[in-house]
């Protein structure tokens, strides 16, 4: 019954659904999908009851797991009373409360919600609140951005144009703004030349500046490639000298991911404005929150045209709400802190380990993040996915980034299940490079 199940959706699927980041003639010849059923903690069942570890947390989102039992109750609760309704000039507790509630554990200095619906939306409403600020207080020639090569901010135009990923960027180029671009250490250049960049670049263009925009600490779709503190806090540094905003991107690390509540803690940099969507509503609903300072707030106030002209027909979506309070709950209650912090060092040593296996390198881990190449092919490579293949007959649920293997498993995951999906991942690997 269940084979005749998974045989009808894919053929459905085959026929209809158009998938993301997904080069669709290769997946139509030979991608037999994953078709998920059910999902619970770091689980993924499939519509035959097989089970598969989540080792990407559905794409960073379920850091409390799959179908956390106090979101769903909070989801369910709030379905009860009001599922929506829109947030110009009207209000209701969800959005009120969590605001307060965000802004209580945000870092210091931001007291304004700006709500929107996912990670692309969190960070259009930071690039159009720095540019309307300038524009309407005494810098208009303050136009221009500044993000870091190998940047991922999402995929609408202004986040499109912040990227500096190609594969993400290279076709839309006619219809994206020019970005001032800070390079990245790589091959051949070191953090202190990187840094010396920016200083240049902000010398040069400072003046012309509204603002910073960067993923603090790891890039995330890049391919977990990670930054030194110290490199950050002078990128920061920088740009506030020149007197542009710091907005700092947590889509990805927000909410202990590294370890940290926020990224910035582990650099000791306070944003101006900090982007949040991702593991704010746990895998539940779609829900993001720009948060920005009082002075950025000020901005906005007086005559009627200086307001902020702007939204998004579900920002502030109750249930999306209701579910973020609930998480910001569970962060506590559950000391996701101190769990990350006793399992940051099992990641950190299994990638170490796996970097020593032949045709694999550049060992890297954060918090509940580890990640090593098997190339430096970028996102188009394939190898990957010859892991992720190996990985999946283990049942690991494994997404590379081209030639990057990472793990971005859920905050919660207990002991055990870490120690099966780590061993999983290097037998996986062995496996692939065997072949
Ligand atoms: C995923 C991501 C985004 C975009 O978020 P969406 O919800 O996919 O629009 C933006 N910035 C970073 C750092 C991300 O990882």
Redesign the pocket.
């Given at each position: 019954m269940t084979e005749g199940l998974r045989e009808e959706l894919v053929a459905l699927d085959k026929r209809h659904v158009w998938h993301p980041y997904t080069p669709m003639d290769r997946y139509l010849a030979e991608t037999d999908p994953l078709v998920v059923a059910s999902a619970e903690g770091a689980w993924l069942t499939d519509v035959d009851g097989r089970r598969y570890l989540d080792a990407n947390s559905a794409w960073?989102v379920a850091s409390l797991g799959h179908r956390h039992p106090a979101l769903v109750a909070a989801l369910r609760a709030q379905l009860d009373t009001l599922a929506h309704c829109a947030l110009a000039g009207i209000t209701h507790e969800p959005a009120a409360r969590l605001a307060a509630e965000l802004c209580a554990v945000a870092p210091a200095g931001l007291q304004r919600v700006f709500f929107s619906d996912?990670?692309?939306t969190a960070?259009e409403v930071a690039i159009k609140l720095c540019g309307q600020f300038h524009a309407q207080n005494g810098a208009p020639r303050r136009t221009r951005f500044v993000a870091l090569d190998g940047a991922?901010?999402?995929?609408t135009l202004g986040?499109t144009s912040l990227g500096g990923v190609s594969a993400f960027t290279r076709v839309f180029g006619p219809w994206t703004f020019d970005v001032l671009r800070v390079p990245h250490a790589g091959d051949g250049t070191s953090w202190e030349r990187c840094l010396d960049a920016a200083r240049a670049l902000f010398r040069a263009h400072g003046d012309d500046v509204a603002a910073l925009v960067v993923?603090p600490m790891v890039q995330?779709?890049a391919g977990m490639r990670m930054q030194p503190p110290w490199f950050l806090r002078g990128l920061c540094e920088a740009a506030r000298h020149a007197g542009a905003f710091v907005v700092a991107?947590e889509?990805?690390t927000g909410l202990y991911r590294t370890g940290a509540r926020w990224a910035c803690d582990l650099a000791g940099v306070v944003p101006d404005v900090l982007c949040l969507?991702?593991a704010l509503s746990g895998a539940t609903v779609p829900f993001a929150a720009t948060l920005a300072t009082e002075r950025l707030f000020d901005g906005f106030r007086g005559a009627d045209d200086r307001a902020f002209f702007y939204g998004h027909t579900y920002c502030g979506n109750p249930l999306g709400a209701a579910v973020a309070r609930a998480a910001l709950r569970a962060y506590a209650d559950e000391d996701v802190a101190g769990q990350v912090a006793r399992k940051a060092p099992r990641i950190a040593a299994a990638f170490a380990r796996m970097a020593e296996l032949p045709g694999v390198g550049n060992a890297r881990a954060l918090g509940m993040i580890g990640a090593v190449d098997l190339g430096a092919g970028g996102y188009l490579a394939r190898r990957g996915w010859r892991v992720s293949e190996a990985a999946r007959a283990r049942g690991i649920y494994l997404r590379p980034l081209g030639d990057t293997v990472y793990v971005t498993p859920p905050l919660n995951i207990p002991d055990g299940e870490l120690t099966v999906l780590l061993d999983g991942v290097e037998d996986s690997l062995r496996e692939a490079l065997r072949s």
């Open positions: 960073w996912d990670g692309s960070l991922f901010h999402g995929e986040a993923e995330g779709a991107d889509v990805f969507a991702k």
